[in-house]
């Protein structure tokens, strides 16, 4: 199932990747639980009776056998030895573990490899340009196509290998051809496009498949036309977009989160501007 999509309250547990390691740790944790609570357990319950009258086990006999390995300095040293070597090792995975419904990280890959840094930092195209509806209807929604074309028709490869394909054809003397990148090939395979970027008739165009990255449980109504009208930035809650190359989730998006930020505003106002941002329940639960 898709992380953004798991739903559901685990009350009182947190949710975790399980994998080869936390398996092993949990194995290292209950065999040294066994390590300390078998000893007694056997002298004191082995055969029912109290400890002050419990006959002496026979030197040879398994049970004292069994004990004795428990008891062994080896042991102790290896168990203790794999607990340290798997906390040393779970430690830095502890970002792994997420209170139900957190999808702080959470990064899938796209159909197509666009990258935000280049469009938003580098050459600094507004948020607004491609996600449009942020300041029409409550959803920014994803760009069609057809705005990707109004550069793309003409934009179909990295600078620096367009500059590279002119070289070449300088040096073998004729006209250069147009250089299209993997990733702008999926685009246009997508419109069925033909080499001269004219509909192909012979091929059906297909919508691209991108995976929603910031989700809200469907009892929560949120509108981008209040946020954008009233001048919070894109960055207040999406995080740094111009700087990433795949967008990933930045914030928790939790109703406490959302709160604790319309408090905020109402005391210190957005961009100089007094703002009155409401936190009664049903303004985003009705």
């Known amino acids: 199932m898709n992380a953004a999509c798991q739903s559901g309250w685990t009350p009182a547990l947190l949710q975790v990747k399980l994998d080869y390691l936390t398996l092993f740790t949990a194995c290292v944790l209950l065999a040294l639980l066994l390590y300390c609570l078998a000893p007694p357990l056997y002298r004191r319950l082995g055969r029912g009776e109290p ?4 006959p002496a086990a026979p030197q040879n006999s398994q049970p004292h056998r069994v004990i004795s390995f428990l008891d062994s300095s080896i042991l102790t040293a290896t168990l203790v030895g794999a607990l340290f070597f798997s906390l040393f090792i779970l430690i830095p995975k502890t970002t792994a573990f997420r209170l139900p419904g957190d999808q702080i990280g959470y990064e899938p890959p796209q159909p197509i490899a666009f990258s935000h840094q280049l469009h938003a930092g580098e050459m600094q195209i507004s948020c607004l340009y491609c996600h449009f ?5 409550r959803h920014a929604g994803v760009p069609p196509e057809n705005v990707c074309m109004n550069c793309h028709k003409f934009v179909t490869a990295p600078l620096g290998a367009v500059r590279a394909e002119d070289e070449q054809a300088k040096k073998e003397g004729r006209p250069p051809r147009r250089v299209i990148s993997p990733e702008l090939a999926k685009l246009y395979d997508a419109l069925a496009l033909n080499a001269q970027m004219q509909p192909d008739p012979a091929r059906q165009p297909h919508p691209l498949a991108w995976t929603k990255v910031h989700n809200l449980p469907d009892f929560v109504y949120f ?8 001048g919070v930035t894109c960055q207040t809650c999406h995080g ?37 941002a409401s ?6 639960h009705y």
Do not use: F, I, Y
């Open 51 to 54: 400890a002050s009258e419990q």
């Open 133 to 137: 509806g942020a300041e029409k209807s």
């Open 223 to 230: 509108d981008h036309r209040a946020h954008v009208h009233a």
């Open 240 to 276: 740094p977009v111009e700087t990433m190359e795949r967008v990933r989730q930045q914030q928790p998006l939790t109703m406490g989160w959302c709160v604790n930020c319309h408090r905020d505003v109402n005391q210190k106002g957005v961009g100089g501007k007094r703002v009155n």
């Open 279 to 284: 936190t009664d329940c049903a303004t985003c």
